[in-house]
Structure formats: C-alpha cells, structure tokens
C-alpha cells in the first residue's frame, strides 16, 4: 500500500441512474434538477462523490449509451444549465461529480456516423470499423453482448460496421489517432467545466485485435464470444497512457475503468499505482460466479452463487492488487440485481438484516466502495415485471433470441431468470415514499415501479433509527475515521466455510474482525476474539458471542 492516500481512495460513490432517480416535470422520466433536488439526501448518507449515469444527447436505444452529441444534455433530463448548477450545487455541499464516459462507441446517430456511413471515401469512414463480407456472410463470428450477431449490413456502402453492443451502437475505430484526438478533445470539454472524474464504460473494450479474428464460440450458441475476443486488445494501454498524458493530469482526477475480461495481470496494468494509467477499475469475476452451467445462457440463472467461490474471488482480487493496485467495491450497479435479493434474502423478516450483513462485508474491504442508488434503503428485485413490462435491450434481446428463436430455455424459466438476474431491477424508479409512484414523478413511470415501495422507501427508513439508511450512514463514517480500513491487510479465515464469511484487516498497532453469516440459521463459530475487543458495527442490537443469528453481521476491533 502506497504511503500517500489519494482522496478518492477513501471516498464513498454513490451512483445516480439519472432516468429512475427523481421527476421534477410530471414527464415520467428522471432529471438533472431532480438529483439537484436531492442532494441534501446523498450528504446526509455521506457519500463524497456521485457517478452521474450517461446524461448526454441520445436516441436511448440503450438508455443513454448511445450518445449522439458528447457537449449536449439529453433534453430528458434538462439543459446544460441545468447540469451547470447541479454540479456548482454538488461542489457548494462538499460533493465531487464524476462522469460516465462511453467512447468504445457512439449512437449510429452521431453526426461522425451519419458522415462515416454516407459513402466509403467519406473522411469519418474510419472513425468507425467496417468490413466487406465474408462469403455472403459477416466478417467474423463475434456475437453482441446483447445477444445476435454483432455486425450490421449497410445496403447503402455494402459493408458491415461493427457494434458490440446493440445495432444503434456502432463501434469507434480507436486505431484512427484522429478518433483518439477528438475523444481527448470531448473529454478536456468536461474537464474544463470542473468535473471530478470518468467512469469509463467497457474501457477494456477499445483496442480490438488485429485481423479481427474469430471468437471462441460456446457450446449450444450461434455467434462468438467477444468479451475473451475483443477485451484488454494489444493497444489499449497504450492509448489510456495516451489519454493520461493529454487529459487526465490536467485536474486531480478519479478514474475507474468498466474492464469486462480483465484478469489481475491486466487490472494491475489499468490501475497501477503509478498513476500512468486510471486509479481503478470494476471487474466482473465475482459478477460471473452465479451464471448459468450452460454457457449459451450466459449471466441468465436463478441459483445461488457457492460462497465458497465468493470468498475465493474477492479474496484474490484484495491480494493480488494489495500495494500494487486499488479495487472498486460493488455489489450492485444499473447493470446488475439488487444486492440484498442476489446475495441475501428479500424476504420481509430478512431483508434489512440481510441487507446490512452485504453492506458490512464489502465496506470493509480494501478499496472505493460504490453504493447504488436505492441500495442503501435496501431495495429488491422487482418480481412483479413481467415481459412486457421491461425497457432493456438486454433482456427483451433475450427472449428474441434464447426463447422465441432458439429456444435455449422456455419463457416461463427465462422470466424466473430475468427476476433473478435482470438488469431492469436495478432500474426501476427510486422509492422516496408511500404516495403515488413512490413521489418519483407526478406523471406515467418511464419503467414500471416496483410494487413494494409502499414498505420500502426513504420516507419509512428514514424515520426508523434502526434502518439499512443509518447502517449505510455509520458504515461510511467508519471508512472516513479509520485509517486501517484503507490501508490494513485482508486476511481471510476459513475459506471452505459454506455459511460464514469471516476475514481479518491488520494493521501495525490494531485489527479488525469481519463476521458475515450468509444464512438464514442460527449458527455457533468461535473465533477466539479477545477479551479487549469491542464491536464497531453490527446488525444486531447486542452480541450474541460465538452465536451467529440469521444474516448476522458484526466487526470487532482490537488494539493489539
């Protein structure tokens, strides 16, 4: 560990999904001076930085990764003023702003497409990668990450362009140097407004390979697998050295990288402490550990992931990078379930317990937590979606593709699937109190609301001293004050513990003791703690010794 503690490596994020946060104008739809509005909300839980989900001009074919203006606001969400003030109002309350970056693509609306596409020997032609066919077919097996192929025929140029993501989505050619200039250029646009930093989605993704091989192609699927084909590619160190040097150092940054594939080598690689590249990033390992056996559904499951394979995976990842790199801490994020439904029990008599024991395990670990809007109350799936209810590309692609035409799995498991593991449960409005749509909006929900917001809102937590709000509150403080969560080494204890997941943070003079009961029985471990520890946070209002009461969380703390 780096004697010098950078400031974003105690900070707290608290991720705001713009569209699903707060309605000012009846439209439906969240907006810039909605999170404006809540900002008191965001300091009172104590978070230091809010990651602003992608607020710029787009068609919203995937809800704002599609960007068809980097220096414009999406009239959805406001006006550039209105993003002015939101961020001089963060900045008056002591709270940084970062900013989602998407440049492994732009929207096939983009004025550099709508160039690029207009006929081969069009200047912007390369800005973007087009290939004849193959055959009669596309220039190689590489599937979408949405399911589908993943390249589009042009009849216009009678070529393919290349989009990993939807068709609306086309790739950027980052092998162009005037591609990376104008990228560098739309980012110092930020910079210079005062922004705080960039989370960069599927950064992992910009350098493709050369020759644009095929992918490995999994059994029972139709197309490549383009995460282990195309992530970490020969250049893309080189090109975020690049964007160091041109735009990163200008400000005192925070820098996280979306690295889908990313293993330790190349994590070491992004986020070195040498401070060449970026500060952190997520990776997705743990994220994988509950898919499906048959690797044609991909993420799509309902089962439990093994919190045998759990410890061993977070627990890698707090060694292998300790001195050497930084972790981003996440459970859950607008691309992923809810934490308490995924990795502890959403049932009434367990839920805000379970929900404290998730927090307590991942906010001592060694790195940047990321707390998900709606998290920090506690907020589940949403079980009462049905398939025509979802707005995501994702998953309405996976009942065109895995159920109506491939038949992979029936509808009625893909729907116990998606309730599972769906992005949309992440996405639906945030639940501030009992009154119609939660008071996310006067007018028709842009997404479905989920049914339990009459228990589960701000309002109600709020007034309850006890809630998963002030665990959340007490868990940040904990972070802010005690420089041995930063900076002590992980030691995990008991790795073949099906039930407990129980670690150590050491430090010179003192250590802490984590204790995470992942079940829902009362159970009896002793960890010989000793006579002058004292607990620092638990989910129980007293302590119980070597008993273990469903989804119990407790720290101790002792001076050596």
């Not at 497409?113 to 020997?121: C, H, L, Q």
């Not at 993420?299 to 707090?318: I, M, T």
């Not at 479905?448 to 709020?462: A, E, F, G, H, W």
């Not at 992980?490 to 003791?513: F, G, H, K, M, W």
């Amino acid at each position: 560990m780096t004697k010098s503690i950078k400031w974003w490596q105690k900070a707290v994020v608290y991720q705001v999904y713009p569209r699903s946060f707060q309605d000012t104008n009846g439209d439906g739809v969240g907006d810039l001076k909605g999170i404006e509005q809540r900002l008191d909300y965001i300091k009172k839980l104590g978070a230091d930085v809010i990651w602003l989900n992608p607020v710029y001009a787009s068609p919203d074919k995937d809800n704002g990764y599609d960007i068809s203006d980097y220096e414009d606001i999406n009239s959805k969400f406001g006006t550039m003023a209105d993003f002015d003030s939101l961020l001089a109002k963060a900045h008056e309350k002591g709270i940084k702003v970062l900013m989602d970056l998407v440049v492994n693509h732009t929207s096939d609306q983009h004025r550099w497409f709508i160039e690029s596409r207009s006929s081969k020997d069009n200047d912007k032609r390369d800005f973007y990668i087009w290939r004849d066919p193959v055959d009669g077919h596309e220039p190689n097996n590489w599937g979408s990450f949405f399911s589908g192929p993943a390249w589009k025929f042009d009849d216009k140029t009678g070529q393919y362009y290349l989009h990993l993501f939807v068709e609306g989505q086309p790739d950027l050619n980052w092998a162009n140097p005037t591609v990376r200039e104008s990228v560098f250029n739309m980012m110092n646009f930020w910079v210079d407004k005062g922004i705080d930093g960039f989370r960069m989605d599927v950064i992992s993704l910009i350098s493709k390979p050369d020759g644009l091989p095929d992918g490995e192609v999994p059994e029972g699927a139709q197309y490549g697998n383009s995460d282990k084909a195309v992530a970490n590619g020969p250049h893309v160190h080189e090109y975020l050295k690049e964007m160091r040097q041109k735009v990163l150092n200008r400000a005192d940054m925070m820098t996280v990288g979306e690295a889908s594939g990313v293993n330790i080598e190349n994590a070491v690689k992004y986020a070195n402490q040498d401070n060449s590249e970026l500060n952190m990033v997520f990776q997705f390992e743990h994220m994988g550990l509950d898919n499906n056996p048959n690797p044609a559904l991909g993420k799509w499951y309902d089962k439990k992931v093994s919190l045998v394979d759990l410890k061993a995976n977070l627990s890698k990842w707090q060694n292998h990078l300790a001195e050497k790199a930084w972790n981003s801490l996440y459970w859950d994020n607008h691309d992923q379930p809810r934490a308490v439904s995924r990795y502890g029990s959403d049932r009434p008599e367990y839920r805000v317990v379970s929900a404290k024991m998730v927090a307590t395990l991942l906010h001592f670990m060694q790195g940047t937590p990321y707390i998900y809007q709606g998290e920090e109350i506690g907020m589940t799936n949403a079980y009462n979606l049905q398939r025509d209810d979802f707005d995501d590309v994702e998953i309405k692609n996976a009942f065109k593709y895995l159920v109506d035409k491939d038949h992979l799995v029936d509808e009625a498991t893909m729907l116990k699937y998606v309730h599972a593991k769906g992005r949309d449960n992440a996405r639906t409005p945030m639940q501030w109190n009992d009154s119609k749509n939660a008071g996310f909006t006067t007018g028709l929900p842009w997404l479905k609301m989920n049914d339990n917001y009459l228990t589960i809102n701000v309002k109600n937590t709020l007034a309850d001293p006890n809630s998963v709000f002030y665990y959340y509150q007490k868990l940040i403080r904990l972070r802010h004050e005690l420089p041995i969560i930063t900076t002590g080494t992980y030691q995990l204890l008991d790795p073949n513990d099906e039930q407990v997941y129980a670690y150590r943070r050491v430090s010179a003079d003192e250590e802490l003791l984590i204790i995470n009961n992942f079940t829902n029985e009362t159970i009896t471990r002793d960890y010989q703690v000793p006579a002058n520890a004292t607990i620092l946070i638990g989910n129980y209002e007293d302590d119980a010794k070597s008993t273990l009461r469903p989804y119990e969380a407790k720290v101790y703390h002792f001076v050596k």
